[in-house]
């Protein structure tokens, strides 16, 4: 199997171009002991991706050339934003993991007043750089051509957690894994069927979704005060890592 790298290059790739990879994907390349002359496959996030072929191989540098274009388009019809309670121990990597090779385009990892996993400072931003590493990973493996965008955490509480329900710009919605259920800005929407409905119709859509202990009435609240309107995810309890992935199937599914 072709190797897949993303490049997170200043400029987008072109054919014909002679490129010094980034330090991760160099490792990436040496690990599986490419030699030159070796095809591998790279995309940057702008579209499509790129054959190429290592021209140099150094101790800890590799040169690659770029070849053909292939205008490959594997990303979901809906722009998804994930805006989440971030589940405890290692079950946000898997649900980051996870998230990426649904297709999400957004996520945003939320402190809410039930997390039970609280980061601030240093140790949240270095949460978010391994997350989006985690997501780098997801979509060279699950031959995405874009890599989901994670933002800096913040608290559910701030005036812009849900900059989309705010302003009232495309599709937002919320998520709580302790009942199952979804809310939505799509007006007259009901169930699963509603969901895949959404993810045909494209567009911009946002899911909030709880921790562990779920959000609270006044979180509720907030969310229904920016429009939000309730959808059944079906009669059992999922888990906080459960819900929002079952939500983001049914519309990527659409």
């Not at 790279?42 to 770029?66: I, P």
């Not at 898997?94 to 996993?117: D, M, N, Q």
């Not at 060279?140 to 957690?161: I, K, M, S, W, Y």
């Not at 919605?173 to 979804?182: E, H, I, K, L, Q």
Request: proline share 7%.
């Amino acid at each position: 199997m072709t190797l897949r790298l993303f490049v997170d290059a200043p400029a987008p790739l072109a054919a014909g171009q002679v490129l010094d990879l980034p330090p991760g994907p160099a490792r990436h390349v040496q690990v599986r002991r490419l030699q030159p002359g070796d095809a591998l496959t790279l995309f940057d996030g702008r579209g499509g991706e790129w054959a190429a072929r290592v021209r140099q191989m150094g101790r800890s540098q590799v040169v690659v050339e770029l070849e053909a274009h292939d205008p490959v388009n594997r990303e979901a019809r809906c722009a998804v934003t994930l805006a989440v309670g971030m589940p405890a121990n290692d079950r946000m990597d898997w649900l980051v993991e996870k998230a990426t090779e649904l297709g999400v385009a957004e996520i945003r990892p939320l402190v809410t007043e039930r997390s039970v996993l609280r980061l601030d400072g240093e140790r949240a931003e270095r949460k978010r750089a391994h997350w989006q590493a985690v997501a780098v990973a997801a979509a060279e493996q699950c031959g995405r051509t874009q890599v989901p965008l994670l933002h800096p955490v913040r608290a559910l509480a701030a005036a812009d957690a849900l900059p989309a329900a705010a302003s009232g710009a495309g599709t937002s919605g919320a998520v709580d894994a302790t009942c199952g259920w979804v809310l939505s800005l799509a007006p007259g929407a009901a169930g699963a069927a509603a969901l895949r409905g959404a993810g045909e119709a494209g567009g911009a859509i946002w899911l909030l979704s709880g921790p562990e202990g779920g959000l609270t009435d006044a979180e509720l609240a907030r969310a229904a005060s920016a429009g939000a309107r309730p959808l059944s995810l079906g009669p059992r309890v999922l888990r906080a890592e459960t819900a929002p992935l079952a939500a983001l199937a049914l519309l990527v599914a659409g």
